[in-house]
């Protein structure tokens, strides 16, 4: 299986992890098919990153809300969109509530503040 050599000690018979392509589609068709699939909308705003950011950044914003256990994927995924300069203010404030979950409260406040000067320079 590609991913899991056998000398560091994976289980060659282990099945992979289950993608949601693995799980009958593009992201899209499976949030449709069921959206409270947190997984495959994860998927799906990151499919959406720099092209579409205001749908990405949607996707985010109902995560943030509906899962606490996606929260640090989350942020990792906003930390790289506003690495490429997209989702300006609004990625810095769902970046500071995605930090709020994860009680890092000095994130917060350094991107609430981000947002805060972003707001201010349009």
Not at 24 to 50: C, K, N, S
Not at 77 to 93: F, N, S
Request: hydrophobic residues 40%.
């Amino acid at each position: 299986m590609v991913g899991r050599p056998r000398d560091r000690g994976y289980d060659a018979r282990a099945p992979e992890p289950e993608t949601p392509v693995d799980r009958g589609g593009p992201p899209e068709a499976i949030v449709a098919a069921d959206p409270l699939d947190g997984p495959a909308r994860l998927a799906l705003a990151a499919a959406y990153g720099v092209e579409r950011p205001e749908q990405a950044l949607d996707e985010y914003r109902r995560l943030l809300k509906e899962s606490d256990e996606l929260a640090p994927e989350i942020v990792e995924r906003l930390r790289e969109m506003i690495a490429v300069g997209t989702g300006g203010a609004r990625a810095h404030r769902l970046l500071g509530d995605a930090y709020m979950k994860l009680g890092q409260f000095d994130l917060a406040m350094a991107e609430f503040q981000r947002a805060l000067a972003a707001r201010a320079k349009r």
